[in-house]
C-alpha cells in the first residue's frame, strides 16, 4: 500500500511539472508544434489520400480474387489493385474536367460577348477624353521625370516581381506537396498489412489493458467515415446523372457542366445542393431567366424526390446521426474548416454519438 501510495505520489508530481512546463514554456511549444505540423502536411494528406484510395483497393482486390483464384498469382493482386484504383481516380478527374471545361469556356465567351459593350464603352472613353489625348499630346523625353521612373522600378516592379516569385513558390510547393503525398500513400498501401500488425503490436506492449476498447473506437470510427464516403459518393453520382439527363430533356444549357456541380455539391451536406442550385441558377440566368426559373424548380423538385427516395435507399442508416446532430456537425465543421470542415465532422459526430448510444444502453441494462 505504501509502494502504491508513493508510486501514485511519484506521477502526480511528475504531472503537474510537466504541466508547469508546458505553460511556462507555451509559447516556444507552440512553435515547435507548429513547424512539425507544417512539416507533416504532405504526410497527413497522404494518409488522406490512401485511406479514400484504400476503398477501392478492397473492391479490386476482392474481384481479382474472384478472377484469379490461383495461389501462384495473388503476388500480384496489390499491385494491380494500387494501380486499378489510382487509374480509376485519374478517370474520373479526367472525364470530369473533359465534360466541364469546354462549356465553362463556352460560358465565359458568352458573358464577354454579352458585356462587350461595357469594353467598348472604356475604350471609347479614352479615345475622347481630351484629357487623355493632351497627356500623349505633351509625352516627351525632356519632361520625364526619372527620379520617379527610377522609384517605380525599384518598388511598383520590385514589388509585382516578389509578388510573381512568391506565386510560383506557392504553386511549386503546392506541387511538392502533391507529389509527397500521392507516393506516401502509395507507400501506405503496400505496407497496410504491416502497419496494421504494427499498431496492434504498440496497443499490446503499451495499453494491453485498454486494447479492446481502443480497436473499437478505431472500427467505429473507420466504419463511420467508410460508410459515409461511400454513400455519398454513391448519391452524388446518381443526383448528378438525374440533373444532367433532366435538363437535357428539358433542352436546358450547360448541362454537363452543372450536372457535374451538382454532384460534387452533394457531397457537402446540408448546404451543398442548395450552392449547386444556385450556383446552376446564376449560370443559366446570363443566358434566359426563363429557363432560370425552370431550372430552378427542377431541381427543386430532384432535390425533393433525392431527399425522400434516393438518399434513405443508398446511404440509409449507415451514418446513423439525427437531423439535428447532422445540422450541428455541419455548422461546426463549417466554422472551424470550411467545407472540409464540414465533410469531416458529420461522420466525426456519428461515431461519437454510436460510441456515447452503445455506451449509455449498456449502462442502462447493467
Known sequence: MKRY????????????????????????????????????IPLLIGCLI??????????????????FSKSNYQKFKRPFGIIMSYLTIILLVAIVFSLVIPELVTCVKLLIANHSHVINNFIDYFEHNNDFKGLLNNFNTRNIQWEKIGKYLTTGVGGTFRTVISTASSVFSAATTAVIAIFFS?????????????????????????QAQIIKVVRVFDESYSNYIIGQCKDAAILGISCFIGMTILRMPYAS????????????????????????????????PLQAGIFLIFIILLQQLDNRITYPLVVGKSIGLPSVWVFAA???????????????????????????????QKRTQN
Open 186 to 210: 502509395i507507400y501506405l498501401l503496400i505496407y497496410k498489412e504491416m502497419l496494421h500488425h504494427q499498431f496492434l503490436k504498440l496497443l499490446t506492449t503499451y495499453c494491453s489493458r485498454y
Open 257 to 288: 457542366m452543372i450536372g457535374v456541380v451538382t454532384a460534387f455539391g452533394a457531397l457537402i451536406p446540408i448546404i451543398g445542393a442548395i450552392l449547386g442550385a444556385s450556383i446552376g441558377v446564376i449560370i443559366i440566368f446570363a443566358i434566359s
Open 50 to 67: 490512401a485511406y479514400v484510395v484504400n476503398l477501392l483497393l478492397n473492391q479490386y482486390e476482392r474481384l481479382y480474387t474472384h478472377l
Open 330 to 360: 455541419v455548422i461546426i465543421g463549417g466554422g472551424i474548416s470550411g467545407i472540409l470542415g464540414m465533410m469531416f465532422t458529420v461522420p466525426f459526430f456519428a461515431a461519437i454519438y454510436k460510441l456515447i448510444r452503445t455506451d449509455a
Open 5 to 40: 501510495i508513493n508510486h501514485h505520489h511519484f506521477s502526480l508530481v511528475l504531472a503537474l511539472f510537466i504541466l508547469y512546463l508546458a505553460i511556462t514554456y507555451w509559447g516556444n511549444i507552440a512553435k515547435i508544434i507548429q513547424t512539425v505540423f507544417s512539416a507533416a
